[in-house]
């Protein structure tokens, strides 16, 4: 006969949970069902064999929210723009209130139904891995791109000549956090740390409150400079802070009352040990590859951002010192407002012209060396739109000579010194000790 395996389950005391109180059988039916609606579809969206479901999720949002808007709140326009790579849209606020009260009717039911149930110990167990690894695959990507400057890369030329009144308050975000590396770098060690953190069970407390800490940072950031991501940051808050609220006693026990705090409890995911291990196992395994993964796409993308930079000969701001169109000398007069004023050699198949008024015009570009010619063509069509020949003949000078919009051009460039007082906030450099504050 064969001798009967025992299945090894976990001592009851440590599966059986004390009775939750009514309210807070209550507050996590709607956190469930809020949390639960809100990030749906993740995580399939994006698995091939799974987009259907999620496309139909995502599409049947489409047609619900546009009627809500249109028949219950009587908006006067109608909702046609769903992301356009902003998260703070109208549809996303209408979503978000159709979201709020179908959790709410989700909750009555529920609680109606499920009323003589005492606690949800084990599903709750379930929603914290969910939104843990929400968060990770939020905190260690977006982490990445920071400690490899992915988000916040140094200013562009073109940024560097416009006023801080052109500059929009989000565009100003970028500047300063791509002309502060220690800034940037210390949010996205603090973003991995938290995310890596969260990870292991064991450590859910300390990643998710270094986690709250990281993200509130980034939320009144995009409060403040009006980062179209206000809506997912702060469900990204939220989320960090229902992990930490289970421990509020223990941590105002340890840190306020100066009283020792008891370990924390929490129901296991499944009943039997073996089950728990091997969903340990796997949490840390896919933890180590989306940390991997995102390390090496962000390094990546750093890396092909370097190869389209503009070729060293002719990389950097030029002041048009001269300029005769048709014949005609055009001297540089800010009342010239179609004048150049600067050519912006940043991007390898990019230029920017600044007009005497300040405008920016962005052209592509196919810039030959060798053959010393230099082709412009506007975003919106491939012809080009200008044609030129070009000589160096010292490192400080460009001569173009060629058509542009049917006109004839000549024009003398000088190379600007990046290293001079006009770039202050990129050559300023970093000082222990200043006799005077520098606050131009």
Not at 177 to 194: Q, T
Not at 212 to 221: E, I
Not at 272 to 281: C, M, S
Not at 329 to 355: C, E, G, M, Y
Request: proline fraction near 6%; charged fraction near 20%; glycine fraction near 6%.
């Amino acid at each position: 006969m064969t001798p009967e395996v025992k299945q090894e389950t976990l001592p009851a005391a440590t599966v059986e949970a004390a009775a939750w109180r009514p309210d807070t059988r209550v507050a996590f039916r709607f956190f469930f069902s809020y949390f639960l609606l809100y990030l749906l579809p993740y995580p399939v969206a994006g698995v091939p064999a799974t987009n259907w479901p999620a496309n139909f999720y995502t599409d049947l949002w489409h047609r619900i929210v546009p009627w809500v808007a249109a028949n219950l709140l009587h908006f006067q326009q109608p909702i046609t723009i769903f992301t356009n790579k902003s998260g703070d849209t109208t549809y996303d606020y209408v979503a978000v209130t159709c979201l709020l009260v179908l959790a709410a009717i989700v909750t009555v039911i529920w609680s109606w139904l499920d009323r003589k149930r005492l606690d949800y110990s084990r599903l709750h167990s379930w929603l914290r891995l969910f939104l843990r690894f929400v968060l990770v695959t939020a905190l260690i990507p977006y982490g990445a791109n920071k400690l490899y400057t992915a988000q916040f890369p140094a200013p562009r030329l073109e940024t560097l000549l416009e006023t801080y009144g052109q500059a929009s308050p989000m565009g100003l975000l970028w500047t300063s956090m791509g002309a502060s590396r220690l800034f940037s770098l210390f949010g996205g060690i603090a973003e991995v740390i938290g995310g890596v953190l969260l990870i292991v069970p064991r450590f859910t407390l300390l990643g998710a409150l270094i986690s709250f800490a990281a993200l509130t940072n980034v939320l009144v950031l995009n409060l403040g400079y009006d980062v179209t991501v206000k809506i997912y940051t702060f469900h990204l808050v939220l989320m960090c802070l229902f992990l930490i609220v289970p421990d509020a006693k223990r941590l105002a026990d340890f840190f306020v009352f100066s009283r020792p705090a008891p370990p924390p409890s929490e129901t296991p995911l499944f009943a039997r040990k073996e089950f728990n291990q091997g969903a340990l196992v796997m949490q840390i395994v896919l933890g180590i590859a989306l940390t991997v993964v995102s390390l090496h796409q962000s390094y990546g993308f750093v890396e092909r951002a370097r190869v389209d930079v503009a070729p060293s000969e002719v990389y950097g701001v030029w002041a048009v010192d001269e300029l005769v169109q048709d014949g005609q000398s055009r001297p540089p007069l800010i009342t010239d407002t179609q004048r150049w004023q600067n050519f912006v050699f940043d991007h390898a198949k990019l230029v920017v012209v600044q007009k005497m008024n300040g405008e920016q015009l962005i052209y592509g570009m196919q810039l030959d060396p060798l053959r010393k010619t230099l082709n412009l063509a506007t975003e919106d069509s491939r012809a080009w739109v200008g044609r030129f020949e070009f000589e160096d003949p010292r490192p400080d000078v460009l001569t173009l000579t060629g058509e542009m919009d049917g006109h004839q051009i000549e024009a003398k460039l000088r190379r600007v010194d990046l290293t001079g007082p006009g770039f202050l906030l990129m050559n300023r450099g970093f000082h222990w000790v200043n006799e005077f504050p520098l606050r131009r």
